[in-house]
């Protein structure tokens, strides 16, 4: 694993922000990781642990309970559903269906401990998040980070041909 | 101040009071410090460090301010609950998890009004005397934590944050926190075990009262993003004019995020208690869907109790409501036996089956439960089994019972309040429309087994 210096200088930073104990630099060392190599590996496990000076479980068990955190490569754009209420009443399961048509994705193997579903071509990947507090102009998604929102299963072709 | 123009079609409704999101929405409004500076941002913290903490807090009691998170617990009485005789260091953390479903405020706040935020933390800071504060975002809103972490920057910049701000011999760092996308880290104890890098177990009150024991085991206050914009204009209007905002007990503005089967979903700030559910309904949100008539709200987060559109509500002081005549307001929505919560009120018209609408809420809080408590690990899950059974029509009446009866041993028996929050939809759903639910079942299918992992299991049992 080659983390670039321009990396090491941003997570040295990140960990300056917690004075009174490096543990809690955890997550922010992960996100910049998972920002980077786009999940978290092993090894990113590793040092991660060896950087903030924990045992590496108390790294792992971190990565292992937020959904926010992946253990494997998703498709080069990440697709998040809102699957909650709000959202849900609006039409968001069938603009999930109609994103895995679109897209050429199976979800019928994702599980709870396996949200993600990717696209032959590994182009996309999706998964249903819950509530994405945008409850107000439902149905919406995130893609990779930029809200998208009144989804229509006619506009979100739109959505996905600026990607 | 200057008068206020808002984009066309965002502008407010005649009933809103515009003061949290005065600058949502607004014509020539952007997030740098220039503009906020320009419009009198940081005019209150230059004033609030001239002055005693005691004197501040003692505004904010006089303020009546609740908190905006969920709980409409009064914040200058939780600010008062730092021992005394404390001398560990003091922490500030806003929460700024918005994770209750239904829920759209705070994103508004630090997308378009982000000095607003860091002004509000940063008076709230000095009062406590907190030198080093967290903010606490939700994964979901990266673009939030970069506008964030820029405003934070310019503040510093300007001397409004750092070392000795404006020579007031008071510190103050704040540096955002992003989660990792669990709700549980909404609740102020499994947020603070999530800074300090672990799984977001919530604690166990008592004794880990976050003001007694919190981050890093020390004092620590934890408010949500709409409280601590509050602490600012209650310095600009004093407690006492603050007070006259809303009605008494409830008072101030608050936004309300609708949802659901309106013509017109979205934030509306009101003044706490002066409108009614009916008049939310018709005149900010424009009235139900043409043809629909109203069939259930959720009026504070899914987590609160529904309310049915024919039930009556008898007051202690004798009046009868309807649920259109309900103000929105902390106390009258508790009597009338769900709670204002979060602000988030969901609209469920005659289109929508129940059944289904809790089964949606069910694979929320299955979801989502941290795992700890034996109740809340187990019977999350289990409520939504039964009630995807229900939906599917797999179910036989007496499972519209049992589903009443996990949510039960689930209230009152855990660590956190997820519990409740899990629970009380389930009961308050299965115990308002228990007919409407049950008639998606089928009695032949009583006593039989239909669940196909069940089934395995008591095949192994017999063998
Ligand atoms: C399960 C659960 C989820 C919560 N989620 C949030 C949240 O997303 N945002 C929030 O401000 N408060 C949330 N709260 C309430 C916090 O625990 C805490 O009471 C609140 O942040 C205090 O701020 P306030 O007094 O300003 O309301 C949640 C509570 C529970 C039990
Ligand atoms: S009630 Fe649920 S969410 Fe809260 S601590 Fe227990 S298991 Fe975790
Ligand atoms: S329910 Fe989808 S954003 Fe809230």
């Keep these: 694993m080659e983390i670039p210096a321009e990396l090491a200088a941003r997570i040295d930073e990140a960990i300056t922000h917690y004075p009174v104990s490096k543990r809690s630099a955890v997550l922010p060392v992960l996100h910049l990781l998972q920002e980077h190599f786009r999940f978290i590996s092993e090894e990113a496990v590793a040092w991660t642990a060896a950087k903030l000076g924990l045992e590496p479980i108390k790294v792992l068990e971190v990565v292992t309970f937020y959904p926010g955190f992946r253990q494997e490569a998703p498709g080069k754009v990440?697709?998040?559903?809102?699957?909650?209420?709000?959202?849900?009443?609006?039409?968001?399961?069938?603009?999930?269906?109609?994103?895995?048509?679109?897209?050429?994705?199976?979800?019928?193997?994702?599980?709870?401990h396996h949200p993600i579903a990717k696209s032959d071509d590994g182009k996309f990947s999706i998964e249903f998040v819950e509530c994405l507090a945008s409850c107000g102009s439902a149905p919406v998604c995130l893609v990779e980070d930029d809200l998208h929102e009144r989804l229509t299963t006619e506009n979100l072709g739109d959505v996905l041909a600026k990607y | 101040m200057a008068s206020v123009e808002y984009l066309p079609g965002k502008q407010p409704h005649a009933r809103e009071h515009r003061m949290i999101f005065r600058n949502v929405d607004r014509v020539g409004w952007d997030q740098s410090i220039e503009t906020a500076i320009a419009d009198g941002a940081y005019e209150m913290l230059k004033?609030?460090?001239?002055?005693?903490?005691?004197?501040?807090?003692?505004?904010?009691?006089?303020?009546?301010?609740?908190?905006?998170?969920?709980?409409?617990?009064?914040?200058?009485?939780?600010?008062?609950?730092?021992?005394?005789?404390?001398?560990?260091?003091?922490?500030?953390?806003?929460?700024?998890?918005?994770?209750?479903?239904?829920?759209?405020?705070?994103?508004?706040?630090?997308?378009?009004?982000?000095?607003?935020?860091?002004e509000g933390m940063a008076i709230s800071a000095f009062a406590v005397k907190a030198s080093l504060c967290y903010l606490y975002i939700r994964e979901e809103f990266p673009h939030a934590a970069k506008i964030m972490e820029k405003a934070i920057a310019e503040a510093r910049a300007k001397g409004f944050l750092g070392k000795n701000i404006l020579g007031s011999g008071f510190d103050c760092e704040i540096y955002v926190h992003r989660g990792a996308g669990?709700?549980?880290?909404?609740?102020?104890?499994?947020?603070?075990?999530?800074?300090?890098?672990?799984?977001?177990?919530?604690?166990?009150?008592?004794?880990?009262?976050?003001?007694?024991?919190?981050?890093?085991?020390?004092?620590?206050?934890?408010?949500?993003?709409?409280?601590?914009?509050?602490?600012?204009?209650?310095?600009?209007?004093?407690?006492?004019?603050?007070?006259?905002?809303?009605?008494?007990?409830?008072?101030?503005?608050?936004?309300?995020?609708?949802?659901?089967?309106?013509?017109?979903?979205?934030?509306?700030?009101?003044?706490?208690?002066?409108?009614?559910?009916?008049?939310?309904?018709?005149?900010?949100?424009?009235?139900?869907?043409?043809?629909?008539?109203?069939?259930?709200?959720?009026?504070?987060?899914?987590?609160?109790?529904v309310l049915k559109a024919d039930e009556k509500y008898k007051l202690k002081d004798g009046r009868e409501l309807t649920i259109w005549d309900i103000p929105m307001d902390f106390d009258t929505m508790a009597a009338c036996g769900s709670m204002a919560g979060s602000g988030g009120v969901m609209i469920m018209d005659d289109s929508r089956s129940m059944a289904w609408v809790i089964n949606n809420l069910n694979k929320f809080y299955q979801h989502e439960s941290c795992g700890q408590c034996t109740p809340c690990r187990e019977g999350s899950p289990w409520m939504a089994k039964i009630s995807d059974r229900i939906v599917a029509g797999n179910a036989s009446p007496d499972d519209v019972d049992m589903l009443e009866q996990v949510a039960n041993q689930i209230e009152g028996k855990t660590i956190c309040a997820f519990g409740e929050a899990a629970s009380w939809p389930t009961q308050s759903f299965v115990r308002k429309f228990r007919d409407e639910i049950k008639s998606v079942t089928k009695t032949d299918l009583s006593g039989k087994i239909v669940n196909e992992e069940t089934k395995l299991a008591v095949a192994g049992l017999k063998a």
């Design chain 2, 182 to 305: 669990a709700y549980i880290c909404g609740e102020e104890t499994g947020l603070i075990e999530s800074l300090e890098g672990k799984r977001p177990y919530p604690r166990i009150k008592p004794p880990y009262f976050p003001a007694a024991l919190g981050l890093y085991m020390s004092p620590t206050i934890v408010n949500n993003v709409e409280s601590l914009c509050h602490v600012k204009h209650i310095l600009q209007m004093g407690g006492a004019e603050y007070a006259k905002l809303g009605t008494p007990n409830n008072t101030g503005t608050r936004i309300l995020c609708v949802s659901g089967d309106v013509q017109k979903p979205g934030y509306y700030e009101v003044e706490v208690g002066k409108v009614t559910m009916g008049e939310v309904i018709n005149d900010l949100c424009g009235g139900l869907k043409p043809g629909r008539s109203l069939k259930a709200i959720i009026p504070g987060g899914s987590s609160a109790k």
């Design chain 1, 78 to 112: 990440h697709i998040r559903v809102c699957r909650t209420l709000a959202c849900a009443m609006a039409g968001s399961y069938e603009v999930m269906n109609k994103f895995c048509e679109v897209a050429n994705i199976d979800r019928s193997h994702t599980s709870h």
């Design chain 2, 47 to 118: 004033k609030a460090v001239t002055m005693e903490r005691q004197a501040i807090i003692n505004e904010v009691k006089a303020s009546g301010l609740r908190g905006r998170g969920g709980a409409g617990f009064p914040t200058g009485v939780k600010w008062g609950f730092i021992p005394p005789t404390n001398t560990k260091p003091v922490y500030l953390i806003c929460n700024a998890d918005e994770s209750e479903p239904g829920t759209f405020k705070d994103r508004y706040i630090m997308h378009q009004d982000p000095h607003q935020l860091v």
